[in-house]
Every structure is written in C-alpha cells, then in structure tokens.
C-alpha cells in the first residue's frame, strides 16, 4: 500500500476530488495547511499598507491506495491539480506497512 501526500491550490480540491472520484478511490482526508516552498510567500497590499505573507495557504489531501494503483492516482492528481504556474504544489509518496477499518478490524487492502 502507498500513501500519497498532495499540497495542492484550494481552488483545484473540487478538479482532483472529482477526479480521484472517477478513478474510483474510495476515500481521501482533507486539511487546509499553510507554508511555503522556493517562492518564499509573497508580498499583499492591503489598505495601502504592503506586507508579507510567509505562509501560503494551501490545502493537502491524502489518499492511501494499492500498489498497482499508485502510478493511474498520482497521474490523475498531476493532471487535475496543475496550472502550470510556481506554487501548484507537491506530491508525496511513501510505503504504508498497514491498514486497519476501526469498524470491523478488516486490515490491508481490505481495510481501504
């Protein structure tokens, strides 16, 4: 199993879910995170008063999937979340050594 980490624009969380959706995944966490990457933030003028925003708003989703479904899901996330502009995000992958449904004690691939 893999869990795949994606730090993604707000604004492309309904492109990728409907997506991944469509691909057939059957769940996904979701949480609004804030940092920053080689641009560093930005400068906002507001009310006539410029200042930086260090930490960039960013949403990150997390999917677990079996192996043989790592590739089709990571390219589904890439197609659907880029805009082709710096600040699209990132995409984690790392092994998962086990699952386990609370529910009914299903672990592994059942668990999903």
């Known amino acids: 199993m893999k869990k795949i980490e994606a ?3 707000h604004f492309k969380l309904e492109d990728v879910k409907n997506a991944l959706t469509q691909q057939g995944v059957a769940g996904m966490t979701i949480m609004e995170v804030r940092g920053f990457g080689r641009q ?3 400068t ?7 200042y ?3 930490f960039v708003p960013k949403v990150k989703l997390e999917v677990v999937v079996a ?15 880029q805009t082709g502009q ?9 092994d998962l050594r086990e699952s386990i449904r609370i529910r009914t004690g299903e672990t592994g691939a ?3």
Request: net charge negative; charged share 35%; aromatic share 4%.
């Open 86 to 94: 710096i600040g699209d995000g990132k995409i984690f992958v790392s």
């Open 110 to 112: 059942d668990a999903l």
């Open 40 to 42: 560093k933030g930005h």
């Open 52 to 54: 930086a925003v260090d």
């Open 7 to 9: 730090i993604i624009r």
């Open 44 to 50: 906002e003028t507001y009310r006539g008063t410029e």
């Open 67 to 81: 192996d043989d479904r790592l590739k089709s899901v990571v390219d589904t996330i890439l197609r659907s979340a």
